[in-house]
């Protein structure tokens, strides 16, 4: 079974810079889905960035980038320019790409506080 | 498209009673899941369907526990004679199957948190 292990409960950041949350996950499949989502306080869960493992390189969304490493099964979350909006829990996930292997593997999350 | 909604947002029950949860996944999606976080942790699955049929079920999903989704659409979970230790947020989401390819990403509800007293 796939396991996937944030090892940063909480973290925090100063207003405009720049925090990396680590995700480090435990699998033998070579083909899967690597993803970070994003909880604020009573709201809803929403993805924040996605990386296929297939591709080299690493994704990016605007502020959101991925350092990808597959052979140390690394998956580690920056947030350049943070902003208040970005405090939220943020959770680590892992998906099969084979199909109907699609349920989704959460680490345990890390709390992200902004300083303003 | 409103995104996947659930009803209702909270629900305070006493220990042995049943209690039901809807979700109404994004329009097109012919996938649903379902989830449940408890304080502190994150989301551990508990079964999924495609369409009306149930695909898979979680060993966490007790017998007390049972899904439904009767037409496709919404879905509904079902927990009876709950127990203290059922008390949890309860996540649905869904994604979208098409051509033999499954859309890498599920979207997620706001979440029906339970409580049982």
Sequence with gaps: AQTVTQSQPEMSVQEAETVTLSCTYDTSESDYYLFWYKQPPSRQMILVIRQEAYKQQNATENRFSVNFQKAAKSFSLKISDSQLGDAAMYFCAYRSAGFGNEKLTFGTGTRLTIIP | ?117
Excluded at chain 2, 67 to 92: H, N, V, W
Excluded at chain 2, 105 to 117: A, I
């Design chain 2, 1 to 117: 498209d409103t995104g996947v909604s659930q009803d209702p947002r909270h629900k305070i029950t006493k220990r042995g009673q049943n209690v039901t949860f809807r979700c109404d996944p994004i329009s097109e999606h012919n996938r649903l899941y379902w989830y449940r976080q408890t304080l502190g942790q994150g989301p551990e699955f508990l079964t999924y369907f495609q369409n009306e049929a149930q695909l898979e079920k979680s060993r966490l999903l007790s017998d007390r526990f049972s899904a439904e989704r009767p037409k496709g659409s919404f879905s509904t979970l079902e927990i009876q004679r709950t127990e203290q230790g059922d008390s949890a947020m309860y996540l649905c989401a869904s994604s979208l199957v098409r051509g033999g390819t499954v859309q890498e990403t599920q979207y997620f509800g706001p979440g029906t948190r339970l409580l049982v007293l």
